[in-house]
């Protein structure tokens, strides 16, 4: 198996009002930020991305989250769970902070006092993710809504609230250093799954960010892949992050191919051309301009689930199992 691999996808999905932040008094505000050009755009964040992420990873394959406590003082990841005990931890990194002690009096010089106790142990994230950020400008649409069936019911006057509202297209990144999956090096000695586990851990992942969803205010928002472009590489990058750009015209969607093209004929430290391994999927009749794509990768463009098929392939072969 070769020592470095890497995995990555952008994605762009369609759906609404998806992250709110704080808010005050009965209004609630979307999580958004202001370009150097006045246009404001909401977002996702990675957190809630991340997530939702697990939230499926429990719910269909049974994802261990009894991996929590507050015994060091403050809330995170136990101390006595390993990678091999939680899949959440493997793809997405920890920390393990231990409470603060003082050595006793007259010890000062002991190696076996007790603030060698002291510190923190920390795994980066295998899994990383970008901020899900809209495509189209938020224009300060509001959503206007009241509790009166509830208020009806006992004769009272209905409460009234002020939501942020905005219905667009998204993109993310995620990007997986494959030769970390299931490898712990804070273990003494460090701890390694066996290559079939690490490959299933991966298959799961790819199968939940093709059927994403996320639970939001009474909704479930589908976040599943409208247009996805990435693969399998000898390095570990984002390629197409900020990539992604989306021009609207007589009301019908068009993807910008100039920067996408552009990043493919970009040469790799080892001399491949990013084009060589780069699949893109998309689903048909969501944006106009789609098949000025089809000759940009060898494979043209494929369905959504050819794509992930193909990419499973590939990271089969890396981990080299039946």
């Known amino acids: 198996m070769n020592n470095t691999k890497g995995f990555t ?29 006045g246009t404001v755009y909401t977002f996702a964040s990675r957190q809630c991305l991340r997530y939702d992420i697990v939230r499926l990873g429990h719910e269909w394959y049974g994802w261990n989250l009894q991996t929590v406590d507050k015994a060091q003082g403050t809330v995170q990841f136990r101390s006595d769970v390993s990678i091999r005990d939680s899949v959440e931890m493997d ?8 409470k603060s002690t003082k050595k006793k009096k007259g010890e000062e010089n002991n190696e076996n006092a007790e603030n060698q106790t002291q510190g923190s142990i920390s795994r980066p994230a295998v899994v ?6 809209s495509l189209e400008p938020y224009k300060s649409d509001l959503e206007f809504l009241t509790n009166k069936g509830l208020a009806d019911r006992i004769g009272e006057n209905a409460n009234i609230a002020n939501i942020e509202h905005h219905t667009s297209f998204y993109t993310y990144t995620i990007t ?45 928002e589908n976040l599943s892949p409208l247009f996805i472009i990435g693969g399998v590489y000898d390095i570990v990058h ?15 969607y068009y993807l910008d191919k100039r920067p996408i093209e552009e990043m493919l004929n970009l040469k790799l430290p080892q001399g491949k051309v990013v ?10 009749g969501t944006f106009e301009n789609i098949d000025e794509f089809d000759t940009l990768v060898p494979n043209g463009i494929l369905a959504i689930e050819e794509y992930f098929d193909i990419i499973k392939k590939k990271i089969k072969e890396f981990y080299e199992v039946d």
């Open 91 to 98: 793809l997405f990194g920890y920390m393990k902070t231990k």
């Open 275 to 284: 084009r060589e391994n780069t699949l893109i999927g998309a689903v048909e």
């Open 9 to 37: 996808s952008t994605i762009v999905f369609k759906a609404s009002s998806l992250n709110y932040g704080e808010g005050f008094a009965n209004f609630s505000e979307l999580k958004k930020f202001t370009r150097g050009d």
């Open 128 to 133: 990383r993710l970008s901020h899900a950020i």
């Open 238 to 252: 984002p390629f197409f992050l900020s990539r992604i750009k989306l021009n609207v015209q007589k009301e019908k």
């Open 176 to 220: 997986i250093d494959l030769s970390r999956v299931g490898v712990d090096e804070n273990e003494k000695p460090p701890q390694v799954i066996d290559n079939k586990e690490r490959y299933q851990r991966v298959v799961q992942l790819l199968d939940i960010v093709k059927l994403l969803n996320r639970n939001i205010r009474g909704r479930l």
